[in-house]
C-alpha cells in the first residue's frame, strides 16, 4: 500500500469529509461500469456502487484495508452485485424480472416492495436535506441556493445579494455547519447529494 493511501485511510478513520467525498469522485463512475458488468443495469449498478459508500462511511472507524483503495472498493463492489444477484435468484423470479426488450437497462428487476422501499427512503432523505435547508437563517438560505442548487460564483451571489464576497463565504460556510449538525445521521447521503448538485 502506498504511503498516500495509508494517510487517506486513517484521514478516513478520523471522518474527514473530503477524504471521503475525494475517493467517490476518483471512482464513482468506474466502479458504476464495473458493477453494471454484474446486474446488467445502470440504475442498479448506481444504487449498489452508493450503497458500497455508505457502508465504507458508516464503518469507516474500522476500516481495515490491506491492498490498495482501488482493489478494496472494486472488491466491494463486486461482492455486493454478487449479492444481489444471488437476492434475485433466491426468489425464484428472475425470469420474471428480466427485461428482454429494453436494450438500456438489460438485466434484473427487483421486486415492487424492495422498490417502493427504496423511493420511499429516498423521498425521506430528500425531504430531510430540503426541511433542513429551509430551517438556515434567510442570508444563508438564499447564498447557500444560490451556490448549490444555481451554480453561482462567490463573486455573483455577493453582486445578487448586495455583500461582500467575505460576506457570503461566511454564510456558506455558516450554512455548511450548522447542515451537517443537523443532518449528521444522513452524512455520507449528504455528501454526495452535495457533490452531485
Known amino acids: 500500500m502506498l504511503n ?10 478520523k471522518g474527514d469529509e473530503q477524504a471521503y467525498i475525494s475517493l467517490f469522485k476518483d471512482y464513482y463512475v468506474s466502479l458504476c461500469a464495473y458493477s453494471r458488468r454484474y446486474v446488467g443495469r445502470k440504475d442498479i449498478a448506481e444504487e449498489i456502487v452508493s450503497e458500497t459508500f455508505f457502508k465504507l462511511w458508516k464503518n469507516r472507524n474500522k476500516l481495515e484495508i490491506k491492498t490498495s483503495i482501488k482493489s478494496y ?14 437476492q434475485l435468484k433466491e ?22 416492495e424492495a422498490l417502493t422501499e427504496k423511493s420511499l427512503l429516498m423521498e425521506e432523505l430528500t425531504a430531510r436535506i430540503e426541511e433542513a435547508i429551509e430551517q438556515l437563517p434567510p442570508q444563508q438560505q438564499r447564498a447557500f441556493k444560490l ?5 453561482k460564483k462567490n463573486k455573483e451571489i455577493a453582486e445578487e445579494m448586495g455583500l461582500s464576497v467575505k460576506t457570503v463565504e ?28
Open 4 to 13: 498516500s493511501e495509508f494517510y487517506i485511510i486513517q484521514k478516513l478513520r
Open 170 to 197: 461566511m454564510h456558506l460556510s455558516k450554512a455548511m455547519f450548522t447542515l451537517r449538525e443537523n443532518l449528521k445521521d444522513y452524512l455520507p447521503a449528504f455528501l454526495l447529494y452535495m457533490f452531485l448538485r
Open 147 to 151: 451556490k448549490r442548487i444555481e451554480g
Open 73 to 86: 472498493l472494486f472488491q466491494a463492489v463486486a461482492n455486493n452485485s454478487l449479492y444481489y444477484l444471488r
Open 91 to 112: 426468489t425464484d423470479k428472475v425470469n420474471e424480472y428480466f427485461n428482454d426488450n429494453d436494450s438500456s437497462q438489460i438485466g434484473f428487476y427487483e421486486t415492487s
